[in-house]
Antibody
Framework: QLQLQESGPGLVKPSETLSLTCTVS??????????WGWIRQPPGTGQEWIGT???????YYNPSLKSRVAISVDTSKNQFSLKLTSVTAADTAVYYC?????????????WGQGTLVTVSS | ETVLTQSPATLSLSPGERATLSCRAS??????LAWYQQKPGQPPRLLIY???NRATGVPARFSGSGSGTDFTLTISSLEPEDFAVYYC?????????FGGGTKVEIK
């Protein structure tokens, strides 16, 4: 059974960089069949797609965040990571990592449990 | 960006009733529309992908339909565990976007 687990600091100061890692178990990020993504959900609202990566390193980013986002993959550790720079209170959210359905980066069939990141001094 | 507008915001129904949820897109597309169910404190669960395909393990009472700019999720007969928030999501056009959600609550 595929499992994804987000990890990283739960509190980040304004203007600093948010860094999260997603560890995949029960499957491989190196599988050529899947893309891997980050999604966030501010408290009490809906989801916002942040970006997606393929094992080769190809990335797709939401234009609204593109200037501040970097997603990378580490196949040796079976992980992929998110960095979001210059954070503000508006970046406070539950951050999820997820796997896209096989074949193309469209819907997400497996999700991590999510991790709450609060931006505050 | 393709904006997805879900309606109604809240649907108050009783167990056994039929639920019809709408997702309207700002641009037309033919596929890559998904539906998710989310309960408090849990991640979204994929129900429907590519407009009408049920994900693995999803009961047959859930069905999806639509094309162009209008898409529908139907729950034929509500079970107690179906009361939750439902989101639509598209990736026919980049960037990938989600709707604002419909809460299905017990009447």
């Amino acid at each position: 059974q595929l499992q994804l687990q987000e990890s990283g600091p739960g509190l980040v100061k304004p203007s600093e960089t948010l860094s999260l890692t997603c560890t995949v178990s029960g499957g491989s990020v190196s599988s050529g069949s899947y893309y891997w993504g980050w999604i966030r959900q501010p408290p009490g609202t809906g989801q916002e797609w942040i970006g997606t990566i393929y094992y080769s390193g190809s990335t797709y980013y939401n234009p609204s965040l593109k200037s501040r986002v970097a997603i990378s993959v580490d196949t040796s550790k079976n992980q992929f990571s998110l960095k979001l720079t210059s954070v503000t209170a508006a970046d406070t959210a539950v951050y999820y990592c997820a796997r896209h359905l096989a074949g193309a980066p469209r819907s997400f069939d497996y999700w991590g449990q999510g991790t709450l990141v609060t931006v505050s001094s | 960006e393709t904006v997805l507008t879900q309606s109604p915001a809240t649907l108050s129904l009783s167990p056994g009733e039929r639920a019809t949820l709408s997702c309207r897109a700002s641009q037309s597309f033919s596929n890559h529309l998904a539906w998710y169910q989310q309960k408090p404190g849990q991640p979204p669960r994929l129900l429907i992908y590519d407009v009408s395909n049920r994900a693995t393990g999803v009961p047959a009472r859930f069905s999806g339909s639509g094309s162009g700019t209008d898409f529908t999720l139907t729950i034929s007969s509500l079970e107690p565990e179906d009361f939750a928030v439902y989101y639509c999501q598209q990736r026919s056009n980049w960037p990938l976007t989600f709707g604002g959600g419909t809460k299905v609550e017990i009447k």
